[in-house]
């Protein structure tokens, strides 16, 4: 099992970055994928899931409007397109896998049982 994230980057604020999470090793459309960031001396929080079986998506209220969460489920790869950055979007971003089967994503980080390596995002003010 794998999942490689990327397009992390720096920005300065209220600009766009689009990240994305190539995964590989398991049967796709059995899971959900999730964007969770951690920044320096904060625990890890969850950002927005989608399920790969029917689309269906979650976000947290920090990033609703902001942040879109899409699948290429021919590509196995999700992505993260985040706009209108604020410098408190800063951290670690990464992406896990969470075996749903048909029900729907949700956002509790203990549920993931496969996680990527993450990607830096920066967000200069």
């Known amino acids: 099992v794998q999942l490689v994230e990327s397009g992390g980057g720096l920005v300065q604020a209220g600009g766009s970055l689009r990240l994305s999470c190539a995964a590989s090793?398991?049967?796709?459309?059995?899971?959900?994928i999730g964007w969770f960031r951690q920044a320096p001396g904060k625990e890890r929080e969850g950002v927005s899931c989608i399920s790969s079986s029917d689309g269906s998506t979650y976000y947290a209220d920090s990033v609703k409007g902001r942040f879109t969460i899409s699948s290429d489920n021919a590509k196995n790869t999700v992505y993260l397109q985040m706009n209108s950055l604020k410098p408190e979007d800063t951290a670690v971003y990464y992406c896990a896998a969470d075996f749903i089967n048909g029900l729907g994503p949700v956002l509790t980080l203990y549920e993931y049982d496969y996680w990527g390596q993450g990607t830096q995002v920066t967000v200069s003010s």
């Open positions: 090793g398991f049967t796709f459309d059995d899971y959900a």
